[in-house]
């Protein structure tokens, strides 16, 4: 049986602040967890990518998900390529589902960064996208927990949003 809450945490770095972010979630949600570290994925080429084993396991997951957050590192005032090239292989599974993003970056001048994969989720997908997000730095983080405690209020209301909201069909 498919989760309602999936959490995909989207960086391949061992120490991630952003897999924490998604742990903290998943906990909070009792949902499912996927780190990509344990889906290796081919590149999206367009052709037979879409038919490999890790594409075809994390698309029936998100299909199967009412709700997708997206724990995501902020590379170069974007999300990361690992999360981008997840969602070019797997399309159509995002299909009117609920999203949001909870992030981890270098510093705070990126926290608009998500918005272009939120703009192409709304746009390709239909995707209904969740307006409250969490924007975490490396400050917020120490010996490997969230020690912000701003930052856990605002997961917890992440996940009382993605609770709350429900497409009606």
């Given at each position: 049986m498919a989760a309602e809450y999936l959490v995909i945490s989207a960086s391949?770095?061992?120490?991630?602040?952003?897999?924490?972010?998604?742990?903290?979630?998943?906990?909070?949600?009792?949902?499912?967890?996927?780190?990509?570290?344990?889906?290796?994925?081919?590149?999206?080429?367009?052709?037979?990518?879409?038919?490999?084993p890790n594409v075809e396991k994390l698309r029936a997951l998100i299909a199967g998900a009412r709700v997708v957050l997206l724990a995501v590192p902020i590379y170069n005032y974007d999300a990361n390529a690992a999360v981008k090239n997840l969602i070019e292989l797997t399309g159509g599974a995002w299909e009117d589902k609920i999203v949001g993003f909870a992030c981890a970056a270098g510093g705070m001048s990126s926290y608009m960064s998500v918005m272009s994969v939120a703009n192409s989720l709304m746009l390709d997908f239909r995707c209904i996208i969740l307006p409250r997000f969490v924007y975490a730095t490396g400050d917020d983080f120490d010996g490997g927990k969230i020690t912000n405690a701003n930052i856990t209020k605002r997961l917890q209301q992440l996940a009382d949003s993605a609770r709350r909201v429900r497409v009606v069909q």
């Amino acid at each position: 049986m498919a989760a309602e809450y999936l959490v995909i945490s989207a960086s391949l770095r061992p120490e991630s602040f952003s897999r924490l972010l998604g742990e903290f979630l998943a906990r909070e949600l009792e949902g499912d967890h996927v780190d990509l570290r344990e889906f290796p994925l081919p590149m999206c080429d367009g052709d037979a990518a879409y038919g490999d084993p890790n594409v075809e396991k994390l698309r029936a997951l998100i299909a199967g998900a009412r709700v997708v957050l997206l724990a995501v590192p902020i590379y170069n005032y974007d999300a990361n390529a690992a999360v981008k090239n997840l969602i070019e292989l797997t399309g159509g599974a995002w299909e009117d589902k609920i999203v949001g993003f909870a992030c981890a970056a270098g510093g705070m001048s990126s926290y608009m960064s998500v918005m272009s994969v939120a703009n192409s989720l709304m746009l390709d997908f239909r995707c209904i996208i969740l307006p409250r997000f969490v924007y975490a730095t490396g400050d917020d983080f120490d010996g490997g927990k969230i020690t912000n405690a701003n930052i856990t209020k605002r997961l917890q209301q992440l996940a009382d949003s993605a609770r709350r909201v429900r497409v009606v069909q």
